[in-house]
């Protein structure tokens, strides 16, 4: 079993779309994460939840606006997708501020 | 402003060889360290640090941090192509700040 799943793991789109990422841990972990990183693979904290709380929320444009459902599931919605968007995005999860995170395989993202 | 700095940026050795990855950070209310293998897809958890001076090792791989001088070390010995990847590194603040500030990465490839 996958510890930490996303989906999809590809996606091209086209600007001006709307698209969503889904991501799902077993783990156990009351924290999930997404992240973004670009072409130069920098790793960028993009929201934070906490048993469905959210508790990270970084500059981010408004266009991207998470969710989470209960503490297993995090998703990500993208509206208005621009070339900038473009990039991999990582979902995450761990217990408490450990900081010992678990990664999903992430989810590329290509916006056309 | 709390940052993580790794170097080098990049490194190319031949197999058998032994590296040594550095990371040094300013970070107030430190708690942990952290280094991440990330190879095609996620980042890969290989070490947690929290004590000064306590090496961490798995098979190839060490870990040591120095807490009074800010920095911790990942040395891989006797390298094989398979250790071709980016070395993630980052600090994880104490209290309930679950945002890991992260390095740049070391890019390193590891030559037949």
């Known amino acids: 079993d996958t510890a930490v799943s996303q989906t999809p793991k590809y996606l091209v789109t086209q600007m001006g779309n709307d698209k969503s990422i889904k991501c799902e841990q077993n783990l156990g972990h009351d924290t999930m994460y997404w992240y973004k990183q670009d072409s130069k693979k920098f790793l960028k904290i993009m929201f934070s939840?906490?048993?469905?709380?959210?508790?990270i929320n970084e500059t981010v444009p408004n266009r991207f606006s998470p969710k989470s459902p209960d503490k297993a599931h995090l998703n990500l919605h993208i509206n208005s997708l621009e070339l900038g968007d473009s990039a991999v995005y990582f979902c995450a999860s761990s217990f408490g501020g450990r900081g010992e995170l678990f990664f999903g395989e992430g989810s590329r993202l290509t916006v056309l | 402003e709390d940052k993580v700095v790794q170097s080098p940026l990049s490194l190319v050795v031949h197999e058998g060889d032994t590296v040594t990855l550095n990371c040094s950070y300013e970070?107030?209310?430190?708690?942990?360290l952290l280094w991440y293998k990330q190879e095609k897809k996620a980042p890969t958890f290989l070490f947690m640090l929290t004590s000064s001076g306590i090496e961490k090792k798995s098979g190839r791989l060490s870990s040591i941090l120095d807490k009074k001088e800010l920095f911790s070390i990942l040395n891989i010995t006797a390298t094989q192509t398979g250790d071709s990847a980016i070395y993630l590194c980052?600090?994880?603040?104490?209290?309930?700040?679950?945002?890991?500030?992260w390095g740049l990465g070391t890019s390193l490839a590891v030559n037949p």
């Open positions: 939840y906490n048993n469905k709380e959210l508790i």
């Open positions: 980052a600090v994880a603040p104490a209290g309930n700040n679950r945002k890991l500030i």
């Open positions: 970070v107030t209310n430190f708690r942990s």
